[in-house]
């Protein structure tokens, strides 16, 4: 009987529709809750009274018989709608609310908001879409609706295209030593790509684990007990070179607000005794899902902290050079909404920075998107990632590998029996996907690199290490050896970067690392690197044992002695040198490859030498500190029979004297 009312209903719709006009225009007076029949009016209110005490398989029963005996009962057929609808049968739903809509346009404007919704449920974007709209052109007075509508409308619009050019998205699950019965999930990876941190929640509380990866298999992870507490700890991030973490701890009485960010750095195999990072990065509100760039020294995270321009918003802070963090900076409008904006995560590139909203045009729900810095303070207008990466479900906590291909994730995730399947929940996961090539940060490699004393061979620990975008001038990163003398620093392809490793009574050492091309990605650079000390007296004896100290980026003009721009830094290192040691004398040594005659390359590496000497005393230094030589091609440190080993013996060096 039930299936026959519904079909009486349908068919009534269909009449209307196929006849193309309402019953009013054919004359006839549709039936309302006021002016139906003594028996139809008396089942209809005992369906509503169903309804209000949620016995919806009588009401549904007593709205289809009010149906049945007055067709266009419109309040019967439109209450029977919104029960199909809370009950998720959107396809009945979207039935009873057509034919509501046929009986009469105006009857309940709201009609094109649920029927805009049951067809966003059944993924109709475009249909769904045109009720929206139609919705947004009604007089209905709710701000609330109104303000969802115009939301649900962008996002039909956007889903209605994105499902017909879905993005590359295959992903995969990490290997079951990860991903248990228990939930994983807010994955983070060092530059080197063989250590993981993720939070993995057992018994209700959050925990931060750690696996290592050994012949291309992720090991059996193990909880960091020297930050696991009996209080929630997740939400984490590892810094690059695996050093750092920073956290989340929840409920902690010596806290700022509920969430507060805490680290812990590395020490040998420990790791030291938390810290609640203080303000002003916690505050009284939600402080969460830490990123850090590839230097360290900028934290991104998400906040509810005063100042929002909704919920939760991302902010950046940068570490000064005492170790304080500044005053976070909320990263404006262009990346930040009035809904929930969360789940920062920088790119070693410098630029990239992927996200989560509810509040950008999406398919729904939170959707990760990809932003590109532009300036110091501004960014490039959010791009979504697309389907079906994203869906009408929640993404988010997204990283990417230095190299930019593969990203890590999650989602949830069933057992694979099938039999499982029927009695497990859902449960979150960690994936892996390779990431869509438009979608993709500029590729990184890195140098890692031991500092030693070249006389001692002791590790030296605190170097100051700097590298300077030498197409800018400007520092790109800083940082400094750890306590084994150690470092590792990012580099994004598509540069030209100088590295200076300082450290006091120490002469500097540089390299170049020309990374213009973009699209081969370079093998990371493995460096010993041993620091000459500056001779505290000019005895025979310290001389001897100086050995010549190549400036690595000291760049002269093809065939020329004439000094580029992007020799400055590395001079400006020299002068610095020279002003702080009063009583050090240096020769400068100029040598060619042996492209060309022999008197010509002399005198190119004499004027090249001399060029260098002539900057430093138009800089301050004086004349009787310095000398200066040349030695042409006679003194090569690499084959001659490659453009790379020619590049190398075309130098610029200083001993001292």
Not at 199 to 213: A, L, P
Request: aromatic share 10%; hydrophobic share 30%; proline share 5%.
């Amino acid at each position: 009987m039930k299936k026959y009312n519904r079909i009486i209903s349908f068919l009534v719709f269909a009449l209307l529709t196929l006849n193309g006009c309402t019953p009013r225009v054919i004359g006839q007076t549709y039936v309302t809750k006021n002016n139906a029949t003594g028996k139809a009016q008396k089942v209809y209110n005992r369906a509503n009274q169903y309804k209000k005490n949620k016995v919806f398989d009588k009401a549904i029963k007593d709205f289809e018989t009010a149906i049945k005996l007055e067709p266009t009962f419109i309040d019967a057929h439109y209450q029977l709608a919104s029960i199909y609808f809370n009950e998720k049968n959107h396809l009945l739903a979207k039935q009873g609310l057509e034919t509501v809509i046929s009986i009469d346009p105006n009857y309940k404007t709201a009609a094109y908001f649920y029927l805009g919704l049951a067809h966003w449920e059944t993924d109709d974007y475009e249909n769904a879409a045109s009720n929206f709209e139609q919705f947004l052109q009604s007089d209905n007075k709710s701000k609330r609706l109104k303000a969802k509508a115009e939301t649900y409308l962008k996002n039909s619009q956007f889903s209605a295209k994105a499902v017909k050019s879905p993005v590359p998205f295959d992903p995969k699950p990490l290997a079951k030593t990860v991903n248990t019965s228990s939930p994983e999930y807010l994955p983070s990876v060092t530059a080197e790509g063989n250590q993981l941190v993720f939070t993995r929640r057992i018994r209700g509380y959050e925990d931060v684990f750690i696996s290592k990866k050994m012949d291309g298999e992720w090991l059996e992870p193990t909880p960091l007990s020297d930050i696991n507490t009996e209080e929630n700890e997740g939400s984490q991030y590892i810094s690059a070179d695996g050093s750092l973490i920073v956290f989340v701890r929840c409920s902690d009485r010596q806290g700022y607000g509920g969430c507060d960010l805490y680290f812990s750095e590395k020490k040998g195999d420990a790791w030291t005794k938390p810290e609640n990072m203080g303000q002003p990065i916690n505050t009284r509100g939600w402080e969460s899902q830490p990123s850090l760039s590839a230097d360290g020294n900028t934290l991104y995270y998400a906040s509810s902290r005063t100042g929002t321009l909704g919920g939760r918003d991302i902010w950046r802070s940068q570490r000064k050079e005492n170790g304080e963090w500044s005053n976070p900076v909320n990263l404006g409008s262009k990346i930040n909404t009035t809904a929930d904006d969360e789940s920062p995560f920088f790119h070693p590139d410098g630029k990239t920075l992927y996200f989560m909203s509810s509040g950008h045009e999406g398919m729904g729900g939170y959707d990760l998107f990809v932003a590109r810095r532009t300036t110091e303070e501004g960014w490039s207008a959010p791009q979504n990632l697309g389907y079906p990466i994203n869906t009408k479900g929640n993404e988010g906590a997204l990283f990417i590998t230095l190299d930019g291909t593969t990203a890590y994730f999650t989602k949830d995730n069933l057992p694979e029996d099938d039999i499982e399947k029927l009695t497990s929940r859902r449960q979150p996961d960690i994936f892996t996907f390779e990431v869509p090539k438009a979608l993709r940060p500029t590729p990184v490699t890195y140098v890692k690199a031991t500092v030693k004393d070249a006389v001692t061979t002791k590790k030296i620990a605190n170097a100051k290490i700097e590298v300077i975008d030498l197409m800018t001038n400007e520092v790109f990163s800083t940082s400094k050896t750890d306590a084994y003398g150690t470092f590792l620093t990012c580099l994004p392809m598509g540069g030209n970067y100088a590295l200076n490793v300082n450290k006091e009574k120490y002469f500097f050492h540089s390299e170049n690392f020309e990374l213009l091309e973009t699209s081969s990605l370079q093998e990371p650079y493995l460096l010993k690197i041993k620091l000459q000390p500056i001779p505290v007296e000019r005895t025979s004896e310290a001389l001897v044992k100086s050995e010549p100290i190549v400036l690595k980026n000291v760049f002269f003009e093809s065939g020329s002695a004439e000094l580029k721009m992007t020799s400055l830094v590395e001079l400006n290192y020299l002068k610095d040198l020279l002003a702080g040691n009063a009583t050090l004398r240096i020769q400068i040594n100029g040598h060619t490859d042996n492209v060309g005659t022999e008197t010509d390359n002399l005198t190119l590496s004499q004027n090249r030498a001399k060029a260098v000497q002539d900057y430093l005393i138009k800089e301050g230094i004086t004349a009787d500190r310095l000398s200066y030589k040349g030695f042409g091609e006679s003194q090569p440190i690499d084959t001659n029979d490659t453009e790379a080993g020619r590049k190398n013996n075309r130098r610029t060096e200083f001993i001292t004297k």
